[in-house]
């Protein structure tokens, strides 16, 4: 199997997999045209990325092309629409970076209480100003609004009660009795976590429902001088609302994240925001540590060793939850050559069309059952047609 890998990763995983009998190829300099023409000469069953984008002229070069691996966890740089359109799995590697994130939202808090770099921007340019820096109010006590109580967010949880603050939360799936069972205050609306805390911190992933989840209305309801965290995507912020609040409301923003940022690791930078002593900033360094990066290699390289050896795609993102089946047919039959092609001969010709199927093979290996969920009119004589092959031994057919 080939494996194409087209951003840094760590060498212990590429000498593994080689080691393991995979073409492996690796270069991390590959973006744009130059990752289509390398997808398309090498031919690659794997694609693993971490921040290159992968839209679906990338995906068309290869049609030997099987499965994106995103090392990370968001996936929003893969165009996830084309790749389902073209039957390519697309797996992440999703809470091995948690520990990563939530360490730099606690040093961005920290930073924006006690004015970490300006202290060092002074006192590096020779001027000693004790007394200006002496005002911080301290964070302990005070309430730590979370947006997002996944992996990323409950690590933060855990670090915030070490500092003695309150966590307030916020999620989709998050339920009364679960933040019960977490230790945080339950908040039915965003914008409830944004009226109650003295810090907020996003942690929700890029989606169509979370884009711009900080908008003007949220940013109205936030405590005037409130410190703002993101260290999730750009895409969750709506930045000209943002700037609103740092000129009207006071607010302060520890940001590791910008519309703006380059797509490559180093490039020109310009963003308003960068520019606003309210604000610090960080390069995209969430999941930038050792530690990080080492758990997330190694889970790619689980998830692409589990697929080469058992075709199953770990933590995929773009399998149907709900087909359109409408009707299951279950054949119990002899596990016989040519046996379950004649099933599915019957199930073309009255127009069903598959939708979910499974084979379970007895022991002894004589019989098996097939789990068939098309969609279709449920024709009594194609049942009756299937039940008359010599070979199967039982047929049912239920409505989902």
């Known amino acids: 199997m080939k494996v194409l890998i087209s951003d840094k990763l760590e060498e ?24 289509r023409q390398a997808v398309g000469e090498k031919q690659p069953n794997v694609l693993v990325v971490r921040s290159t984008k992968v839209p679906a002229e990338v995906m068309d070069a290869s049609r030997q092309l099987e499965l994106i ?8 740089t893969i165009d996830v629409p084309a790749a389902s359109d073209r039957g390519i799995f697309v797996s992440n590697c999703p809470g091995k970076n948690a520990v990563a994130v939530a360490e730099l939202t606690l040093g961005l808090i920290l930073a924006l209480d006690r004015k970490i770099a300006d202290n060092v921007i002074e006192a590096r340019s020779g001027r000693w100003n004790k007394a200006a820096f002496s005002k911080a109010d301290g964070i302990k006590g005070k309430t730590l609004g979370i947006i997002g109580l996944g992996n990323i967010g409950r690590e933060v949880a855990i670090r915030a009660k070490a500092f003695d603050l309150n966590v307030m939360a916020w ?21 409830v976590v944004a009226a109650h805390s003295d810090i907020v911190s996003f942690h929700v992933a890029a989606t169509p429902d979370t884009k711009a989840l900080a908008d003007r209305p949220f940013f109205q309801e936030m ?15 709506d930045e000209d609302a943002l700037k609103w609040a740092l000129e009207n409301k006071g607010i ?12 490559a690791k180093h490039g020109e930078f310009e963003s308003d925001l960068a520019q606003h002593p309210n604000v610090y900033l960080t390069h995209h360094i969430g999941a930038s540590t050792a530690q990080a990066q080492q758990a997330i290699a190694d889970e790619a390289l689980r998830v692409v060793r589990v697929y080469a050896e058992k075709g199953e795609v770990e933590n995929c993102v773009n399998m149907a939850q709900h087909t359109p089946a409408t009707h299951q047919i279950t054949v119990r039959h002899r596990d016989k050559v040519g046996v379950l092609a004649a099933i599915l001969d019957e199930c073309r010709a009255a127009g069903w069309n598959v939708q979910e199927m499974e084979n379970l093979v007895f022991e002894g290996a004589r019989a098996a059952c097939a789990h068939i969920r098309f969609d279709g009119h449920p024709d009594p004589a194609v049942v009756d047609r299937i039940s008359g092959n010599e070979d199967v031994l039982a047929v049912s057919l239920i409505e989902l």
């Not at 212990?12 to 990752?35: C, K």
């Not at 999620?171 to 339950?186: C, M, N, Y």
């Open 69 to 76: 691996v995103r090392a990370g966890a968001g996936y929003d």
């Open 252 to 263: 302060y923003a520890g940001l590791d994240v910008f519309a703006s940022e380059p797509a």
């Open 223 to 237: 405590k005037d001088g409130a410190f703002f965290i993101n260290t999730t995507r750009s895409s969750v912020v």
């Open 12 to 35: 212990s995983v590429v000498r593994q997999l080689t080691d393991a009998g995979f073409d492996v190829s690796m270069n991390a300099a590959l973006t744009g045209d130059e990752l």
């Open 171 to 191: 999620s989709r799936s998050l339920t009364r009795d679960k933040a019960s069972e977490l230790g945080v205050t339950f908040a039915d609306t965003p914008l």
